[in-house]
Structure formats: C-alpha cells, structure tokens
C-alpha cells in the first residue's frame, strides 16, 4: 500500500526536514516487505489567497482515488502507535492500494475533506507546527512499520 503524506506548505531544509527524511527512508527499508510504501510527500501551496476551501482542493488533488483517507485534527481520535499500526494494518488488508494522510494549514483541514476522512487522527489536544506533526507522522508510520515486522523498535 503506498503512502502519501499530503500537507499544507513547504517543508525547507533543516533539521524537520532532515528528522522526515529518516523516518522516511527508514520506513521504506522496513514497510516494503510488508506491503507498506513506498511513502511520497505531496506539499500544497494557496498562493492565491482562497484561504481553507482552496487548500482543501489543493490537497485532494494530491489524493489517489480509492485511497484510505487519515486527517490529522486536534479534534480527531487519539491512537496508541499500535492501534495506529493496525488501522494501517487494516486498511492494507483489505486491498487498499493507498492511504493519504494530510496535515493542513494554519486554519486545519477543509471540513468538506475532513467530512470524507475514514479516520480523523489526533496526536494530542494542543495545535502543533505543521512542520513537526510532519516529523511526528513520519516516525508514527515508521514504528507502525515496525511493530507490524515485530521488531524491538517500539516498546511499551
């Protein structure tokens, strides 16, 4: 199943960009023999201005059709990493070619594409930089990775 991380804005060089880098080419090494990847990054940019409604078509531009849709929101469910492996889990297996992820912008994900999510995702009630909910949905789809493969990576 690919991977597609869809987000609002450029991520630039740095450490965030370095920190996704790994988590991504670490993913790669261990999801591929599990059905898992490869993962691409799709940056969105409004350049016009239209604000959450036009970030919103930008996004589901990046999305494959027939792909499972995870939206990231304070307002989504909080997972442990291995409830989040198996909805990865699930989602594979049940012969779903794609999952796009997507992170918005400053003002959150356009309600008409949160509406279409089959899981809205949280990583905690506070509102995160965009750059780092990036770095952590990179490491969060590596450790799934690796809990799927069994390996000690993640521990409880």
Known sequence: MRLHLCAVGRLRAGPERDLVDDYLQRLDRTGRPLGLGPATEHEAEDRKGGGIAAEGLLLSRAIPDGAALCVLDERGKTLSS???????????????????????????????????????????????????????????????????????????
């Open 82 to 156: 291995p409830e989040f492996a198996q909805a990865l889990a699930g989602w594979r297996d049940s012969g779903r070619q794609d999952a796009a992820f997507v992170i918005g912008g400053a003002d959150g994900v356009d309600p008409a594409l949160r509406a279409r999510a089959d899981l809205t995702l949280s990583f905690g009630r506070m509102v995160w930089p965009h750059m780092l909910v990036r770095v952590m949905l990179a490491e969060q789809l590596y450790r799934a990775a690796t809990i799927l493969a069994g390996s000690p990576y993640h521990r409880v």
